[in-house]
Nanobody, 120 residues
Framework: QVQLVESGGGLVQPGGSLRVSCRSS????????KAWYRQAPGEQRTLVAS???????KYADSVKDRFNIDRDDLDNTVTLQMTNMKPEDTAAYYC??????????????WGQGTQVIVSS
């Protein structure tokens, strides 16, 4: 299981942009998925965007055309660039990695979360 550390959260005005980043403690080999989830107070944690090792990206309908997920496997990072942000984007954002270890066991790792607040 890898350690994930997020950074880049903060306060942004509606219509503004923010980027959150996540770095893993070790290189992840083989088939894997890196993703961002978010959780607002009193709500369930939901998928925002994912990027798998084949290059496929997926986005929640609410963030399509506004958010972009990128991964740099040489640098062990995954970033979420958020633009045209809305108050409903306010949440704690969590980095997530799913991969299979050398024995074929599924491993899932979560970061500690970074707070994003969209408010004027």
């Amino acid at each position: 299981q890898v350690q994930l550390v997020e950074s880049g959260g903060g306060l942004v005005q509606p219509g503004g942009s923010l980027r959150v980043s996540c770095r893993s403690s070790s290189t992840i080999f083989g088939e894997n998925t890196k993703a961002w989830y978010r959780q607002a107070p009193g709500e369930q944690r939901t998928l925002v965007a994912s990027s798998d090792s084949s290059g496929q990206k997926k986005y929640a309908d609410s963030v399509k055309d506004r958010f972009n997920i990128d991964r740099d496997d040489l640098d062990n990072t995954v970033t979420l660039q958020m633009t045209n942000m809305k108050p409903e984007d306010t949440a704690a954002y969590y980095c997530y990695v799913k991969n299979w270890d050398g024995s074929g066991t599924l491993r899932e790792s979560w970061g500690q979360g970074t707070q994003v607040i969209v408010s004027s």
